[in-house]
């Protein structure tokens, strides 16, 4: 078989079938990859370095969703008005942008249409256009409507007491969302990403039928939004989403993340049984392996995953949520390298 592009081997393996290798592609945190690119390069630099498939511009990476409002405190306000904590350069939820219904009449959303939320991705489609697989990214509005304008308990209060509310403002989030997703696809996106995780450890957030009533509507937009452009989308969330995962898998996506192990997620049962509808991204523990295995093992769980996912096709091998701050720069490199060593096709991993 012909070397494939980066690009050429993502479109493949969504569609189900076996490019020359298994592809990679991650989000990753500067202090991972700046302690990996040789002195002075840029991220696109690591990239071309680690020769990795798919790029993803995401908010912590591309950094236009926050501005700070108290830096003597490490707190940013996001674009939708909620103030956050920096930790360790992650921000968590601090105080939402509303209060109550009656201060949506008065509630500005952001503009999808800013030049400068897209500079990043117009600099990686003129550096990688159709060698690389530049992936646009959304946060899901489920993620936005809890973190940034109402809070958790008075999202989830509001779901059985007001969900005319709630349909209120996720309807001003999904219309950003499209609109910007929109924006994505003319500058040349050639995917779409759409994070927000929907359970935790051991469950959904909510019920099936709240699933299906508050939050897969919007994905099964953007799915649509990105079909129509002829773009595969990927869902990402963290979890055990089994007791929803055909709901999701509904909803038309093309791409599944991160098949979270520290839920129990089984990446070859879930294979087994959702292999020809989905392709499977993910499944290589961020939370042990890349932060505190020897490299050894590192390889050792690449080769069970392409093993376990690989077969035929519709599998990316990625880490199980996101190269983070914790991440070991040498076991990623071990990772990818393993990835190019033992995903090639036809595969032999007996």
Known sequence: MKKMTGLERMLTTLKHQEPDRVPHGELHNPAVWQAIVPEGGTYEDFIEFLDIDCVVGYDKLTGWNWELADPEKGIVRDIWGGLQRLTSNQPSPMTPALKGPRDLENYTPPDPDKPERYEWLKGWVSRWKGERACIAHATDIFDIARESLLGDVPYFTAMIQNPDYIDHVQEIILDYNLRYLKNCIEVGADALFITGDF?????????????????????????????????????????????????????????????????????????????DRVTLCGNVSCAYTLCEAPVEEVIKEVKDCIRKAGQGGGYVCMSSNSIHSGVKPENYVAMVKAIHEYGVYPLDLE
């Open 199 to 275: 359970a935790t450890t051991t469950a959904p957030m909510v019920s099936p039928a709240m699933t299906r009533r508050f939050l897969l509507p919007a994905l099964k937009a953007a799915v649509d939004l990105g079909h129509e452009y002829g773009l595969p989308v990927l869902k990402h969330s963290d979890g055990n989403i089994m007791p929803i995962i055909d709901d999701m898998i509904d909803t038309g996506i093309d791409g599944l993340h991160p098949i979270d192990p520290m839920a129990g997620m089984d990446i070859g049962a879930i294979k087994a049984q959702y292999g």
